[in-house]
């Protein structure tokens, strides 16, 4: 019988596939920070898409990322083929495999990894000569302690249960240059998972105008590519004027802004879990999805939700009347925000 204490195991080159959301690879980061205080010494390398990659480009955990691009060179199953050569060809000692796809135990067996640990998650015991058997208990764990729970079943601890992303000096003084000294409260109002977990626009420019008002404050919109026009609706709803870099911005300097922030008005979404690592204050409105498993892991948040006979469902879209996001009112976020601004408990 295989022992599943991986971390018992000198090791000197891990490679670990990461997950494929922003959100999801930010609650990642207090698991990583266990395989770097179990493997001080050892070199840890990241496997990720383009977007997770970036995200980590200046991780302590981390010493180097391998993007795996499967919309571009790594593309169908002559690219899969390709990036397990490349795998291959670093002779790793393990694979930790976070992502819980049968694809991640697929790729770490071709690229000849000799113990490959993960979950027994769709279907890939057989592929796994470290395999953790997951509960329903285990699916029911915020998504921090899910991944947690996982490298301390192989044996691996230590570092504590603290989001953390990094930002270079460079980084921070180009958000600085940007966003001036003014204080800087950021709205984000996009979600990438579907439109369902997003609140209405025209509540958001409510609360910013607000927020603006009430602070003296300087209102950042932020967001992804695919939320250009939910910013521009929010900017020409807003009575007060709006920086608006939906759209506009890599990761790392969506990043370096949201850590330059006092706060962050946001629906449940990457960039949530993103400011929850740099211990910006939060208030986030949750809809269709778990807040119980999917919260920001910080002690600076408000979540507003409502209690509706269908949320959570985890639906994309909402099949009927989008209630458990239209019963929340501008003034359930506004009072939630001046709790965190103002100090209040």
Known sequence: MVNKQLGQVPLARIMVRGVNWIGDAVMTTPALGALRATYPESEIVLVANPLVAELFAEHPSIDRVMVFDKQGRHQGIAGFWKMARELRSQRFDAAILLQNAIEAALLATLALVPRRAGYTTDGRRLLLNHPVSVSAADKRLHHTDYYLELLARLGISGGGRQLRLACSDAEMAWAHDLLGENKTIAINPGAAYGSAKRWLPERFAEVADELARRYNARILLTGGPGEVEIGRDIEKAMRSEALNMVGKTTVR??????????????????????????????????????HTTTCPASERVKIVRK??????????????????MTAIQAEDVLDAAFQLLDGVA
């Open 307 to 324: 209690e509706t006979d269908c949320a959570p469902c985890l639906l994309r879209q909402c099949p009927i009347d989008h209630r458990c």
């Open 253 to 290: 300097q969506m990043m370096a802004l949201l850590a330059s922030c006092r706060l962050l008005v946001t629906n449940d979404s990457g960039p949530m879990h993103a400011a929850s690592a740099f211990d910006i204050p939060i208030v986030a409105v949750f809809g269709p999805t778990d």
